[in-house]
Each structure stands twice: as structure tokens, then as C-alpha cells.
């Protein structure tokens, strides 16, 4: 069974490998907890935009989102994780697949600053939960750390 602990050791023992095969394995692994992780992905802050940059589920056409613009770019904007049980009740929700119902964007960062975000959507309204949260957020956080000397992030103190 895997767990996030777990998760954020074996990112570790990849920190000499490229950062693309360490935010890949972020992405299957989280897609691997639950059965109800539909979508995965990891967005990567580039400017103003989110970029798409490794993803499992269905194919998205939103490869940049502005920052402040739905979900995610809401979750960069005000600097703080979105846990969404019902997807249309949000205002300015970019669908993108209308399976989707609920959505949870954790941010990773370098220090303090913002560097991307994991995003996971589910099928299943109302899909996560605190555990949820803290599971994603200990992986973001690992990979904050493994990717902000590439991305010019500040170490954490």
C-alpha cells in the first residue's frame, strides 16, 4: 500500500535523476492512492502562466492557464491550496472534462515562493478530504524542495 511518506522517500532517491522523471513519478504515484484520482497533473509556473507539465487521465487542452484564472490560477494568485467539492459551484471554472466534480490544487513551492501545483480531479463530487490534502501536500512539499534549486526557488529555511 502506498502512502505519502513512502511516496516523498522514493522521490528522494531519485533527486540526481531529471526533474521530469521526479515530477512524473510525483504524478503516478498520487494517481496510485485512491481509486477516486481520476486526472493528476503537475502545472509549473512559467511567468504569468501555469504550464501543463506531466499528467495522468483524460487529455486536457488547457496546456497554460493565466494566473487567476480558474481553479488553479486562482490557487496561484491568492498563494494557498483549493480543496473544491463541487466543480460548477466555483465561479470561472475552466471545464475541461465534464466527468470531473470535484478538484483539489496543492501548491509547490521553493521557500516561499510558488513554483506549480499538483492538481487532482475526481469523478466523484466531494472526493477529498483533510487526509487527502495532507497526503498531496507532503509530496508537493518533497518536490518543492527537489525542484526549486532547478526552478530558482529559495531553499527552505
Known sequence: M???????????????????????????RIHQLRSENDW???YLLSG???VLHSYIGADTELLRIPVGKGICGKTVAEARDINVPDVYAFEGYLAR????RSELVVLVR???R?????????????AFGQGDEQA????????????????GGNPPS
Do not use: F, N, Q, Y
Open 136 to 151: 498531496v501536500k507532503t509530496i508537493a512539499d518533497t518536490l518543492g524542495v527537489l525542484l526549486a534549486p532547478r526552478l
Open 40 to 42: 493528476v497533473g503537475v
Open 114 to 126: 510558488v513554483l506549480g501545483l499538483i492538481e487532482v480531479r475526481s469523478h466523484a463530487p466531494a
Open 2 to 28: 502506498l502512502d505519502p511518506e513512502t511516496i516523498a522517500d522514493e522521490l528522494w532517491g531519485m533527486a540526481e535523476i531529471r526533474p521530469d522523471a521526479v515530477v512524473h513519478r510525483a504524478v503516478e
Open 110 to 112: 521553493g521557500g516561499e
Open 97 to 100: 472534462d465534464p466527468e470531473t
Open 48 to 50: 504569468a502562466s501555469l
